[in-house]
C-alpha cells in the first residue's frame, strides 16, 4: 500500500511537472492584452504603450538611421537581422513554434516580452489570481531590482546607440499601473 502511494506521489509530481514545463506558453500578442488593458478602470496600459518607443521600435529597424548601422556592421537589413530584432522585437530569439499565428513582430517591444508569453495566463479568472497567472507563464518581477535587472538585457552596451539607462528616468517614462481603488 504505501509503495503504491509513493508511486502516485511520482506520478502525480512528473504530471505536474510536465504540464508547466513541457506544454510551452506561446505568445499571442498585444491584441490579445489591450481587449481588456484599455479602459481607465484597468490603467490604460494599451494606450501608454502604444505612445511609448516600444511600440515603435520594429518601425525603427527600417529607417535610415537603422540601415546606416547596420551597414557598418556588415548587416544588409536590420529588419530581418536577429543581431538587431533580438532587442527590438522580443528581447530574445524565440523559437518561430512559441509565436501564435496571431503575432506580430512588427508591434515591437510588446507586453509579452516584458510580461511572459501570455497563451496560459490571458483568461480572465486566472488574470485576477496573481499566483495562478504567475504559475501560468507570468512574469514574477518580484521586485525593483529585478525590474531594472530585465530592463538592461536590452538597455546596455550591446546596444548600438546606447548611451546610459537611469532606471527610474526612463521608468517614469513607461509605467503603466493599475489605479487604486479609493
Ligand atoms: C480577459 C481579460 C484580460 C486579458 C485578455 C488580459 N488581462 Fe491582464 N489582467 C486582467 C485583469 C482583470 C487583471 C487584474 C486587475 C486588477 O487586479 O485590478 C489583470 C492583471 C494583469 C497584470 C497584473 C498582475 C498583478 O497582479 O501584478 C498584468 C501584468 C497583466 N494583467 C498583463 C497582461 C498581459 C501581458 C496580457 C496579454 C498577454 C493580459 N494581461 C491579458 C484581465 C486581462
Ligand atoms: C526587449 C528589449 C527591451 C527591454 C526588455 C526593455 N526595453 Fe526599453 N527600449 C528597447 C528598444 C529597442 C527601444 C528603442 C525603441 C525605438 O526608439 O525604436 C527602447 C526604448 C525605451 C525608452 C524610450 C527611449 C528613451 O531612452 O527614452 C524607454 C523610456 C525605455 N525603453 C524604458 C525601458 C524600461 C524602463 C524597461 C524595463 C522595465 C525597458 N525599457 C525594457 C528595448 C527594450
Ligand atoms: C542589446 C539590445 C540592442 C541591440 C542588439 C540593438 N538595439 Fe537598437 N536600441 C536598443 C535600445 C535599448 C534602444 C533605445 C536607445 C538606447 O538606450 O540605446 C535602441 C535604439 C535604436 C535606434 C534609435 C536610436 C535613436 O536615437 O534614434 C536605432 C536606429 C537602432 N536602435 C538600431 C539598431 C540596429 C540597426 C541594430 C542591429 C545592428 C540594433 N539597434 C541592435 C537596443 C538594442
Ligand atoms: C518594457 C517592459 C514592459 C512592457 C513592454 C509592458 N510592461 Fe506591463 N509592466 C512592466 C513592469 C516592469 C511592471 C511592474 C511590475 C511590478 O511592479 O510588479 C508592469 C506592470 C503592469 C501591470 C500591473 C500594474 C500594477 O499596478 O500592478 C499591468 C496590468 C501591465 N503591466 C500590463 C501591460 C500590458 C497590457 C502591456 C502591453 C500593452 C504591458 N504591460 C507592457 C513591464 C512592461
Not at 89 to 103: E, I, N, P, R, Y
Not at 134 to 152: N, Q, V
Not at 160 to 169: C, L
Amino acid at each position: 500500500m504505501r509503495k503504491l502511494t509513493v508511486i502516485l506521489t511520482i506520478l502525480a509530481v512528473f504530471v505536474a511537472f510536465q504540464s508547466s514545463v513541457f506544454s510551452q506558453n506561446k505568445y499571442i500578442g498585444k491584441k490579445g492584452c489591450v481587449m481588456c488593458h484599455s479602459t481607465e478602470k484597468a490603467g490604460k496600459q494599451g494606450d501608454i504603450w502604444q505612445k511609448s518607443k516600444h511600440s515603435q521600435a520594429y518601425i525603427t529597424l527600417t529607417t535610415d538611421k537603422a540601415k546606416e548601422i547596420a551597414k557598418a556592421k556588415g548587416i544588409a537589413n536590420p529588419a530581418e537581422a536577429k543581431e538587431c530584432l533580438e532587442c527590438h522585437t522580443l528581447g530574445k530569439t524565440v523559437d518561430a513554434s512559441l509565436l501564435d499565428s496571431k503575432f506580430d513582430i512588427k508591434e515591437g517591444v510588446q507586453c509579452e516580452t516584458c510580461h511572459g508569453p501570455g497563451s496560459g495566463y490571458k483568461s480572465m479568472p486566472v488574470m485576477k489570481d496573481k499566483a495562478k497567472a504567475i504559475a501560468a507563464g507570468l512574469t514574477d518581477f518580484k521586485d525593483p531590482a529585478t525590474i531594472e535587472a530585465y530592463c538592461r538585457t536590452c538597455h546596455n552596451e550591446k546596444s548600438p546607440t546606447f548611451k546610459d539607462f537611469v532606471f527610474k528616468e526612463r521608468w517614469e517614462l513607461i509605467k503603466h499601473p493599475i489605479p487604486k481603488s479609493e
